[in-house]
């Protein structure tokens, strides 16, 4: 009798101790769900994935619904509210584009800290509409590791402890036209440079402009095949410099390696030098605009192709 008496309270234990951890909440907990890894989209959609750029899905509605046929549109009932925490000590390096249900774009933020999703036109808030659904894309831009988020749906705004200021973002309209000749003059200078140590221009690669969803923002990106013993130098104008766009890279991904440039030195237009000293090997290029307008005109970037004469 004692001993069904002690199993008895370890089994009320243990369930109240469930239904607080998993069902007494004020929220319900959502998760990024990575495009083409954790999930594999049947929209029509020519998704701008990369080695180092992959795109994540956010889901309130958990794995059970989405296998029976759920999308990932979710909408907000009443007082609901979304809270997006991303976590890391330094900037994310990361693109939250949020989409209403006639895939329109509805917010396009850089960077994302702390926010909220409301329909209650808090000036803190991002609004969304009680009577439209939306889907939210957050692209990360990583090498080691990803963005760390706290992805919630609470019932009241009551529940949120922590101070929210809303991010204000800008877009720029940026014309490059003006840049031409000073982007000639520093390929001649690195033509005559490498020439001094005895290399020759073989071969000059430009990117191909293109839309990059879900941002639908200007990128741009080039690929060439590199033989062992080449010189490749990328030339890219200094966007961060000349134009304020926020997070300016460019992504190298080839079989031997994968990297991030940052242009981040003081000229107009920067360059960035790779000794293909490895093996022959294709390397392929992505420019993706941030805070940059469609109707811009960016000039393109370029891969020189230099061997030892």
Request: aromatic residues 14%.
């Amino acid at each position: 009798m004692f001993e069904y008496y002690i199993t008895s309270i370890i089994l009320i234990v243990s369930l109240y101790i469930v239904y607080k951890k998993y069902f007494d909440k004020d929220y319900s907990s959502g998760e990024w769900l990575e495009v083409n890894k954790d999930i594999n989209i049947k929209y029509h959609l020519e998704w701008d994935i990369s080695a180092n750029s992959n795109i994540k899905i956010a889901n309130f509605s958990g794995w059970k619904k989405y296998f029976f046929g759920k999308d990932f549109f979710t909408s907000l009932k009443n007082e609901e509210i979304i809270v997006m925490d991303f976590k890391n000590d330094e900037d994310s390096d990361c693109v939250l584009d949020v989409y209403d249900n006639k895939m329109r774009n509805v917010y396009h933020i850089i960077d994302p800290e702390f926010i909220v999703f409301s329909s209650s036109g808090h000036k803190n808030h991002y609004h969304l509409d009680n009577d439209n659904k939306y889907i939210f894309f957050l692209r990360n831009n990583f090498l080691d590791k990803g963005v760390k988020t706290i992805l919630r749906k609470y019932n009241s705004i009551e529940k949120i402890k922590k101070k929210i200021r809303k991010e204000e973002g800008y877009l720029c309209s940026v014309d490059e036209e003006n840049m031409g000749q000073e982007y000639v003059e520093k390929s001649s200078e690195v033509v005559d440079a490498m020439k001094n140590r005895g290399y020759i221009l073989t071969d000059m690669v430009r990117s191909e402009q293109y839309l990059s969803f879900p941002s639908n923002n200007i990128g741009n990106k080039a690929s060439i095949k590199a033989e062992l013993g080449d010189v490749l130098i990328l030339l890219c104008t200094n966007k961060e410099k000349t134009c304020g766009m926020i997070n300016h890279t460019i992504e190298i991904n080839s079989e031997n390696n994968n990297l991030n440039w940052y242009p981040d030195d003081d000229e107009n237009v920067s360059h960035l030098l790779l000794d293909n000293c490895d093996q022959e090997d294709i390397f392929t290029f992505y420019e993706r605009t941030t805070n940059i307008s469609k109707d811009s005109n960016i000039l393109p970037f370029h891969v020189m192709v230099f061997k030892r004469g």
